[in-house]
């Protein structure tokens, strides 16, 4: 089946710790971004990236990281650099940037 | 700064009841518009989008949008609720132009009454 996903649903880290979210698409998709949902925040922009080996920040890049080696890959690292990293982290992938997204199922990270 | 305003926050209803959810933008040139829905447990999905063309487009689970551009809104609306229809409502909007970002709303959570 076509489609976006999110690895591992629930993940768990210790405070300190830096840790990789993944996000692999088979849609084709030229553009992916990494989003996170905070209760009452909506949907704020982390990355996003139109193409291969490209990227920009988001709205709020800060203690964040990615890479895009790869057309279907688009992993997030939350380092131990960003403040209030406990959050639920949506990875969405498009044809082309101004078209609708899709989504993947979403990844729940706790810090302790 | 461009931004989305979704007026409901949270909104009750009873089954059968109509429902409106308000969508307005800043932006004054061209967009393109879309409604996603979050229910519980799930990804985010598309509702309907707007392009271009008729300014009512109908998407899916009955659920339809305006296009007022006078008004610079996106309104949703369905005319009759359903339990199922619980869920999470995002309003979105690319701008055209080379800064091609999703701007979203808030979000208005909606809980149908059975």
């Known amino acids: 089946d076509g489609g976006i996903t999110q690895s591992p649903k629930y993940l768990f880290r210790k405070e300190g710790q830096n840790v990789t979210l993944s996000c692999e698409q088979n849609?084709?998709?030229?553009?992916m971004y990494w989003y996170r949902q905070d209760p009452g925040q909506g949907l704020r922009l982390i990355y996003y990236s139109q193409i291969v080996n490209d990227f920009q920040k988001g709205d709020i890049a800060e203690g964040y990281s990615v890479s895009r080696e790869k057309k279907e890959s688009f992993p997030l690292t939350v380092t131990s650099a960003q403040k209030n990293p406990t959050a639920f982290y949506l990875c969405?992938?498009?044809?082309?940037?101004?078209?609708?997204?899709?989504f993947g199922q979403g990844t729940r990270l706790t810090v302790v | 700064a461009q931004s989305v305003s979704q007026h409901n926050h949270h909104v009750i209803l009873s089954e059968a009841a109509s429902l409106e959810l308000g969508c307005n933008y800043s932006?004054?040139?061209?967009?393109?518009l879309f409604w996603y829905v979050q229910y519980p447990g799930q990804h985010l999905q598309l509702l309907l989008k707007?392009?271009?063309?008729d300014p009512l487009v109908k998407g899916i689970k009955g659920f339809e949008a305006e296009f007022i551009k006078s008004k610079f809104s996106f309104n949703l609306r369905k005319p009759s609720v359903q339990w199922s229809d619980t869920a999470e409502y995002f309003c979105?909007?690319?701008?055209?132009?080379?800064?091609?970002?999703?701007?979203w709303g808030l979000g208005t959570s909606l809980a149908v009454n059975p």
């Open positions: 849609l084709n998709h030229d553009a």
């Open positions: 969405a992938s498009s044809p082309r940037g101004d078209v609708e997204a899709f």
């Open positions: 932006y004054g040139g061209t967009v393109n």
């Open positions: 707007y392009f271009s063309g």
């Open positions: 979105a909007v690319i701008r055209a132009g080379n800064n091609r970002k999703l701007i």
